[in-house]
């Protein structure tokens, strides 16, 4: 099992989903020989809080991950690589975590280091026996290295970049290091893949690159395969197609392994594209919401719904679209039942198992998907801070608001959300009103420790129940 994602990836970025500049051969080769996915959402529309829905199942509500760099994976949740880990499979963890610091000892990255060691929580207690992982962000070409793009934003040019590559025994990593860091990311999974299949050992490979997350930077030849764009998007595009060619060289790696019809490949971003969305150039920041409404720190679906693939020869039938909609909160029941993994408690699962649409015989979701995102930053893609998405509809509104300024649009006939249908979805709208508020009700007793047999602290100051994302 191979969970790749990309950082602030548009639904548009992409060759498969209709962009038409941008080169993503090796994605568009995937899509031909798996599934696609119309109508994929993120856990949320930045980064941490998705992260924590793919390893959890759990909207990050009930454990406090509200927003970038705020709180931490508690121990008591139970993650994926957990799951395959007690089912006898080697896992590893390669790229971005952000879902905790990942050195009590040393300054690292946003938030590590002594002044911060609550906030402790690496992937390696987290059940991954190997990891290659940052804290966050780093540059996309030169990882370790403060680029150019940027300077009075990142530092000095061409000083180090203030976070590490980190392996599970707590190291930093000092080699390896230089050009496209997708490349070099990869080059820590491709050993991992290699000695699972030589042991014949089942394995999950949890692989999150940074690209296209600022800061973004694309090598020579990568930015030379746009020479008809100005040089801002060329770094842009560029590091795209770079990741790109990574994944073209993880699946042909599990062609030479013979190990791919055993093999299931997923692929997403964890939110919409950063920056304006305007085509200005003042900064690199180009990504594509394919006409979707709103960008990243938005709930419209320019910030949640993304370009979503999976690969499972063995399963899914080549050339398949999925219209159902699904979210990153489905990838832990989805391999929960794979696994015939029973959870050992009664804790709320958010997501729900893909087994079904993935085998073709179901195309309907079972329960709706829930959204909460309060920004702490002005916003022009600002949203109502609340949303639901069932089979059809999707709510979003404020919750303690005036109903009368809810919005309501059909998914199916109108995914950019141009017409509001509130006045003739009342009951729908009231159905999820009361159906988000049972929600929130469940996320407090989450949020207090309720899920968890031994006592529960906040990790963070704003993880407090009364808090104000919690309202």
């Given at each position: 099992?191979?969970?790749?994602m990309c950082?602030?990836?548009?639904?548009?970025?992409?060759?498969?989903?209709g962009?038409?500049?941008?080169?993503?051969?090796?994605?568009?080769?995937?899509?031909?020989?798996?599934?696609?996915?119309?109508?994929?959402?993120?856990?949320?529309?930045?980064?941490?809080?998705?992260?924590?829905t793919?390893?959890?199942?759990?909207?990050?509500?009930r454990?406090?991950?509200?927003?970038?760099?705020?709180?931490?994976?508690?121990?008591?949740?139970?993650?994926?690589?957990?799951?395959?880990?007690?089912?006898?499979?080697?896992?590893?963890h390669?790229?971005?975590?952000?879902?905790?610091?990942l050195?009590k000892?040393?300054?690292?990255?946003n938030?590590?280091?002594?002044?911060?060691?609550?906030?402790y929580?690496?992937?390696?207690?987290?059940?991954?026996?190997?990891?290659?992982?940052?804290?966050?962000?780093?540059?996309?070409?030169?990882?370790?290295?403060?680029?150019?793009?940027?300077?009075?934003?990142?530092?000095?040019?061409?000083?180090?970049?203030?976070?590490s590559?980190?392996?599970?025994?707590?190291?930093?990593v000092?080699?390896?290091?230089?050009?496209?860091?997708?490349?070099?990311?990869l080059?820590?999974?491709?050993?991992?893949?290699?000695?699972?299949?030589?042991a014949?050992?089942?394995?999950?490979?949890?692989?999150?690159?940074?690209?296209?997350?600022?800061?973004?930077?694309?090598?020579?030849?990568?930015?030379?395969?746009?020479?008809?764009?100005?040089?801002?998007?060329?770094?842009?595009?560029?590091c795209i197609?770079?990741?790109?060619?990574?994944?073209?060289?993880?699946?042909?790696?599990?062609?030479?392994?013979?190990?791919?019809?055993?093999?299931?490949?997923?692929?997403?971003?964890?939110?919409?594209p950063?920056?304006?969305?305007?085509?200005?150039?003042?900064?690199?920041?180009h990504?594509?919401?394919?006409?979707?409404?709103?960008?990243?720190?938005?709930?419209?679906?320019?910030?949640?719904?993304?370009?979503?693939?999976?690969?499972?020869?063995?399963?899914?039938k080549?050339?398949?679209t999925?219209?159902?909609?699904c979210?990153?909160?489905d990838?832990?029941?989805?391999?929960?039942?794979?696994?015939?993994?029973?959870?050992?408690?009664?804790?709320?699962?958010?997501?729900?198992?893909?087994?079904?649409?993935?085998?073709?015989?179901?195309?309907?979701?079972?329960?709706?998907?829930?959204?909460?995102?309060?920004?702490?930053?002005?916003?022009?893609?600002?949203?109502?801070?609340?949303?639901?998405?069932?089979?059809?509809y999707?709510?979003?509104?404020?919750?303690?608001?005036?109903?009368?300024?809810?919005?309501?649009?059909?998914?199916?006939?109108?995914?950019?959300?141009?017409?509001?249908?509130?006045?003739?979805?009342?009951?729908?709208?009231?159905?999820?009103?009361?159906?988000?508020?049972?929600?929130?009700?469940?996320?407090?007793?989450?949020?207090?420790?309720?899920?968890?047999?031994?006592?529960?602290?906040?990790?963070?100051?704003?993880?407090?129940?009364t808090?104000?994302?919690?309202?």
């Open positions: 099992m191979i969970f790749i950082d602030d990836l548009g639904y548009g970025d992409v060759g498969f989903n962009n038409r500049i941008m080169r993503t051969p090796y994605l568009d080769q995937m899509r031909r020989a798996g599934a696609c996915f119309t109508r994929f959402h993120t856990g949320g529309p930045v980064c941490s809080p998705t992260r924590g793919c390893m959890t199942g759990r909207h990050y509500m454990y406090g991950i509200g927003h970038a760099n705020e709180g931490a994976l508690p121990r008591q949740e139970i993650t994926l690589a957990e799951i395959a880990r007690q089912s006898g499979y080697r896992t590893g390669f790229g971005k975590w952000h879902l905790g610091t050195s000892t040393e300054k690292d990255s938030r590590g280091g002594p002044s911060s060691a609550r906030l929580s690496p992937p390696w207690e987290h059940g991954f026996d190997v990891c290659f992982s940052t804290e966050a962000k780093v540059p996309t070409w030169d990882p370790t290295k403060t680029p150019a793009e940027g300077a009075n934003l990142w530092g000095e040019p061409g000083t180090p970049w203030p976070a590559y980190w392996n599970e025994r707590g190291e930093r000092p080699d390896n290091l230089d050009g496209d860091d997708s490349r070099v990311i080059d820590r999974v491709d050993p991992f893949v290699r000695a699972a299949a030589q014949s050992e089942p394995f999950l490979a949890v692989v999150w690159f940074h690209t296209p997350h600022a800061p973004v930077v694309a090598g020579p030849q990568y930015r030379s395969m746009y020479p008809d764009v100005p040089e801002p998007k060329q770094h842009y595009f560029g197609s770079a990741m790109d060619e990574q994944v073209g060289r993880l699946n042909a790696l599990l062609g030479e392994l013979a190990i791919e019809a055993d093999t299931a490949v997923w692929f997403c971003s964890d939110n919409g950063e920056g304006s969305g305007d085509g200005s150039l003042r900064s690199r920041n990504g594509s919401t394919g006409g979707l409404r709103g960008r990243k720190r938005s709930l419209y679906n320019g910030g949640i719904t993304v370009p979503a693939l999976v690969k499972w020869p063995g399963l899914v080549a050339g398949e999925y219209s159902m909609p979210s990153t909160l990838y832990l029941p989805t391999v929960a039942e794979f696994l015939e993994f029973k959870m050992p408690d009664s804790r709320p699962i958010d997501g729900v198992s893909l087994m079904l649409l993935l085998a073709g015989r179901d195309a309907r979701r079972p329960a709706p998907i829930p959204f909460r995102y309060l920004d702490r930053k002005d916003n022009m893609f600002g949203s109502p801070t609340f949303a639901m998405i069932d089979n059809r999707k709510l979003l509104t404020n919750l303690s608001g005036n109903p009368s300024e809810d919005e309501c649009y059909d998914m199916t006939s109108d995914p950019f959300e141009q017409l509001n249908i509130i006045a003739d979805q009342r009951e729908f709208a009231e159905s999820m009103r009361n159906r988000l508020g049972e929600f929130i009700d469940s996320c407090r007793r989450s949020h207090t420790g309720s899920d968890y047999p031994e006592p529960y602290a906040p990790l963070d100051p704003f993880q407090e129940p808090a104000a994302w919690m309202k």
